[in-house]
């Protein structure tokens, strides 16, 4: 239902931010020509994901002051090629409608686990998307009030109050590649497991999860008694492995 807070989702703690191949803190206000980029980082700086429909979506704006025309020009709009720990994503802005009230990613991911602010920390601030409104030199952007907060504005805006959210679109793998010794990233709805592949059957992925893997917030998982994690495969909707 639109506008329920669900139940808690556990975010994913993955990779982090750079800035001139400098890692920052999510929530840094960006300067005009600076490079972005990402990759490994200390955990105090990590990047924290919404596991949310087979993607991953930043759970708050990593940068701010940032135009969607800078954002265009590093090729963090409608998306590029990037491994963050083995896992391979491409990178890139949600689609948020083009017009208010369109289906899109961003209201589908609040239809799933819900729009809380301790969530998706959207109060405030906004966070550019792909979309454009009538001509292209203007852009939605989404959130403020309300997570389903819709506007447009000039693509060359720049406020402290308006940022980048981006989404992981996971490069996936056919399970009938995996081997056991792998890591493996798995995605369902709701909720992602993160472990070391174990043993595989039809119907289940066995996993000995990593340290801080959020196996609690993934209804399609269930700890097993010796410690490892049992992974429907039927409710797996992206699939990664290293």
Known sequence: ????????????KLGGLYLDD??????TEYQPGQAI???ATASDSAISWVPVNGMLIADRSLLTNISWDDLDAQDLVFGKEISIQGFRFKIRLLKVG????MPNEWDAALDTVGDSNNLWHWKNICFWGQASYKDASHRVFRGFNSARDWYHYSSDIRSS?????PALEPLSIDSADLRPGQKI????????VVGTLEDMTHYDLILRAE?????EGASFAASLR?????VDRSGVHSLLAV
């Open 226 to 230: 010796d410690g490892t994690v049992a």
């Open 98 to 101: 083009s017009e208010k009230g």
């Open 211 to 215: 340290p801080g893997s959020p196996v």
């Open 37 to 39: 980029s990402f990759g």
């Open 22 to 27: 400098k890692p920052v803190y999510p929530g």
């Open 161 to 165: 109050r308006l940022g980048f959210r």
């Open 1 to 12: 239902m639109k506008g329920e807070n669900k139940s808690v989702v556990h975010t994913l």
């Open 185 to 192: 990233l798995a995605i369902g709805r709701a909720g992602a």
